[in-house]
């Protein structure tokens, strides 16, 4: 069995991310949107509505961050606020045609440049990394669920 090298990954994973957002919004001239914005709109697909604090509970953010996010999403377009019909004390959220546009935009760039940067990769290089995808997805939940757990605690 092969020691995994968690400090490796963990120091690999960030600058990655970081790294195709960068050249993912130069290569499509997109706006700055911060992660945790990009975060909001994911959870958010069209014709979806939710309460802040449902969306808080579901990306495990407080009510006060998710609050502040929403607030400079709106200044931006990104997102609409409205009043419940049934009950006017609750306010929904749904993304904005522009947030899904821009999303799209972002998720069109990422795939082309993951594309072109892997061709240049070895063959069994590019075999790796496809056979690490569902461990990775694996892991993402995992932590996912450790977070969850932390949190109850």
């Known amino acids: 069995m092969t020691d995994l090298?968690?400090?490796?990954?963990?120091?690999?994973?960030?600058?990655?991310?970081?790294?195709?957002?960068?050249?993912?919004r130069a290569t499509e001239h997109l706006p700055e949107i911060p992660d945790?914005?990009?975060?909001?709109?994911?959870?958010?697909?069209?014709?979806?509505v939710v309460a802040s604090g449902e969306l808080a509970e579901q990306l495990g953010l407080s009510r006060s961050t998710v609050s502040n996010l929403l607030t400079t999403m709106a200044a931006g377009g990104l997102i609409e606020r409205s009043t419940r019909s049934a009950d006017r004390r609750h306010i929904e959220i749904r993304t904005t045609a522009r947030a899904h546009d821009l999303f799209a935009r972002f998720d069109l760039a990422s795939s082309a440049l993951?594309?072109?940067?892997?061709?240049?990769?070895?063959?069994?290089?590019?075999?790796?990394?496809?056979?690490?995808?569902?461990?990775?997805?694996?892991?993402?939940?995992?932590?996912?669920?450790l977070r969850t757990t932390e949190e109850t605690v």
């Open 5 to 24: 090298d968690a400090a490796r990954l963990a120091s690999v994973i960030s600058p990655l991310r970081r790294t195709l957002l960068a050249a993912a």
């Open 36 to 48: 945790a914005q990009i975060e909001i709109i994911r959870a958010l697909p069209p014709d979806t």
């Open 114 to 145: 993951v594309t072109d940067a892997a061709a240049t990769l070895s063959e069994a290089d590019r075999a790796a990394l496809a056979a690490a995808l569902p461990a990775l997805e694996r892991l993402r939940e995992a932590l996912q669920a």
